[in-house]
């Protein structure tokens, strides 16, 4: 494996490509990293896979033939729980990933675990300043009606944000990214992106439907739509919850935490989200990670554990590898 970073890393059974400060391109943090490997790392290999740095891969099934073919992610706890809890909901809903490859254009792309053909990445490029560099990739890449996209129902496991600090400036890093690059997609993509992003933001508000229920202020205008609105939330945000935890196939105690913050956690999940609608982003911030050793994670650990031996028993094999761009 040979692997991209802006830093010189040790990495066991890799070679390291560090990125020369001297190199300039438009585009900036993980996207320049990957441009010069582009440029500068050749490879003769179908595809080349995307991983970020706290990227954990269990194993690999064969690729299919497709342009862009996007893994699936299993973020794992390193700190706060309100924001694992906020990961295993987005993974609720992101479950829409699966019907992508039926669109024109995938709404959004999840870097940390995508294989992109090497033709396709000659063509397209890394070379342009965005905050979001695996969306505007893809929105760029899907310009070509031919394109074609597969999802594989493989689980890489990444790192939660370790607070939710970090958890709330993440969201509103990938919304400002999506809402700076929406110009690269056809009208009606423009319009379904920007309900998206509206409906996840607006949830941050949701709280304020409360108040005729915990205050003396009791005028509703259309008590109908009032009710429907609250049931609307609740029956959404449990059942986007309950799908988390079975994508998660966590333990019962997990359920039971997540669904008595679940409340809190929505809204939390939804504030960076609101904030990039009020005020977006153009800066790049990574994400705080810790050490694959660090982790809790039961899956986590054993993975690492395996790995470990894996490279023990493959030491000295010269084997041409894949490119597996990872930054940092």
Same mark, same amino acid.
């Given at each position: 494996m040979r692997v991209i970073a802006e830093h010189d890393i040790d990495i066991d059974g890799a070679t390291v490509h560090v990125v020369p400060e001297s190199f300039t391109?438009?585009?900036?943090?993980?996207?320049?990293?990957?441009?010069?490997?582009?440029? *500068?790392?050749?490879?003769?290999?179908? !595809?080349?896979?995307?991983?970020?740095?706290?990227?954990?891969?269990?194993?690999?099934?064969?690729?299919?033939?497709?342009?862009?073919?996007? =893994?699936?992610?299993?973020?794992?706890?390193? #700190?706060?729980? %309100?924001?694992?809890?906020?990961?295993?909901?987005?993974?609720?809903? @992101?479950?829409?990933?699966?019907?992508?490859?039926?669109?024109?254009?995938?709404?959004?792309?999840? #870097?940390?675990?995508?294989?992109?053909?090497?033709?396709?990445?000659?063509?397209?490029?890394?070379?342009?300043?965005?905050?979001?560099?695996?969306? /505007? !990739?893809?929105?760029?890449?899907?310009?070509?009606?031919?394109?074609?996209?597969?999802? %594989?129902?493989?689980?890489?496991? /990444?790192?939660?944000?370790?607070?939710?600090?970090?958890?709330?400036?993440?969201?509103?890093?990938?919304?400002?990214?999506?809402?700076?690059?929406? *110009?690269? =997609?056809?009208? @009606?993509?423009?319009?379904?992106?920007?309900?998206? /992003?509206?409906?996840?933001? =607006?949830?941050?508000?949701?709280?304020?439907?409360?108040?005729?229920l915990v205050t003396p202020v009791s005028i509703v205008f259309l008590p109908s739509l009032y009710e429907v609105a609250i049931g609307v939330q609740i029956v959404g945000m449990f059942a986007w919850g309950f799908i988390g935890y079975w994508y998660y196939a966590e333990r019962f105690r997990v359920l039971v935490g997540l669904f008595v913050s679940l409340p809190v956690v929505a809204v939390l999940h939804s504030t960076g989200a609101l904030w990039a609608i009020l005020r977006p982003t153009k800066t790049f911030r990574v994400t705080q990670k810790v050490p694959p050793t660090q982790l809790t994670d039961d899956v986590a650990e054993e993975i690492v554990s395996d790995n470990r031996e894996s490279d023990d028993h493959q030491e000295g094999d010269d084997e041409e590898k894949p490119r597996a761009v990872k930054s940092r």
């Open positions: 391109c438009e585009a900036t943090r993980k996207a320049r990293a990957a441009e010069w490997a582009r440029r *500068h790392v050749p490879t003769d290999q179908t !595809f080349v896979l995307y991983l970020d740095e706290d990227t954990i891969v269990p194993s690999l099934p064969p690729f299919p033939d497709a342009d862009i073919v996007q =893994l699936m992610e299993r973020p794992v706890r390193t #700190g706060s729980w %309100l924001s694992y809890f906020a990961e295993i909901f987005r993974m609720g809903f @992101q479950i829409e990933q699966r019907v992508f490859p039926r669109f024109r254009y995938p709404l959004y792309a999840w #870097g940390g675990g995508f294989a992109v053909k090497t033709a396709v990445e000659q063509e397209v490029t890394w070379d342009v300043p965005t905050v979001t560099e695996d969306t /505007n !990739f893809i929105w760029r890449a899907f310009a070509d009606p031919d394109r074609e996209m597969a999802v %594989l129902p493989v689980k890489l496991l /990444n790192q939660a944000p370790p607070s939710v600090g970090e958890l709330i400036r993440q969201r509103r890093r990938w919304i400002s990214g999506a809402s700076l690059d929406s *110009h690269l =997609l056809p009208r @009606q993509y423009q319009l379904l992106s920007l309900l998206r /992003n509206a409906a996840w933001g =607006l949830v941050a508000l949701s709280p304020l439907l409360l108040i005729p």
